[in-house]
């Protein structure tokens, strides 16, 4: 189990956690204002760590977890940057035996949902640094969500599907989201649609 990573809230918090700690430091007892040791210079060490997690984790989130289609994996194998392999499945103690293939579920149970989690990180480090690039990968997120959705609708209209093992397997398990995941997901398009441009607006309601 410890093998099974998910990195999105480390990979677009630092950004954030940046401008909260420079926002707090300027109402803190503690500021420059009032004589202390906690320093501008102090603070740009402090941006400039959390700059370099954040664009780390971030490059690796982008390079490993997305299946060939652009559905974003919910998890992976730390060890190899890569979905489960059978193998070590088969070594774990899991209550997996209703689906048919173990991997398709542990790699894609939640993918919507920490879809959605990643479209509202990306929002809060877009607010905080305006950064442009920001908006492509949301576009890139949300492109992954339509397929599914899409599919979803033409496996069994009026259903969001959980896309387990990709889009190339969704006929296999036709399970919907639970409500958690749709909570997520929603909320996390509900802040993309603020961002998105207005001919995708439409698409987004639906």
Do not use: C
């Amino acid at each position: 189990m410890n093998r099974r990573s998910f990195l999105i809230g480390a990979t677009t918090g630092a950004a954030v956690v940046s401008k909260d700690l420079r926002s707090l430091a300027k109402k803190s007892p503690f500021s420059p204002v009032t004589g202390n040791n906690f320093s501008n210079q102090g603070m740009g060490d402090i941006d400039a760590k959390l700059r370099s997690i954040s664009e780390m984790l971030e490059s690796y989130l982008f390079q490993h977890f997305f299946d060939p289609d652009g559905i974003l994996y919910a998890y992976i194998d730390i060890q190899t940057g890569k979905p489960f392999s059978s193998e070590y499945m088969s070594t774990q103690y899991l209550d997996l035996f209703h689906v048919p293939n173990p991997v398709h579920y542990w790699s894609n149970e939640d993918s919507m949902q920490y879809s959605g989690y990643l479209l509202a990180a990306l929002y809060e480090k877009y607010m905080a640094t305006k950064d442009s690039r920001v908006i492509e990968q949301m576009n890139q997120i949300y492109r992954g969500i339509k397929k599914v959705y899409d599919l979803s609708q033409s496996l069994e209209p009026n259903s969001f599907s959980r896309p387990y093992g990709g889009l190339q397997n969704m006929a296999r398990y036709k399970e919907p989201l639970g409500t958690d995941q749709a909570q997520s997901l929603f909320w996390g398009l509900w802040l993309f649609r603020q961002l998105a441009d207005e001919r995708l607006q439409p698409q987004i309601d639906e």
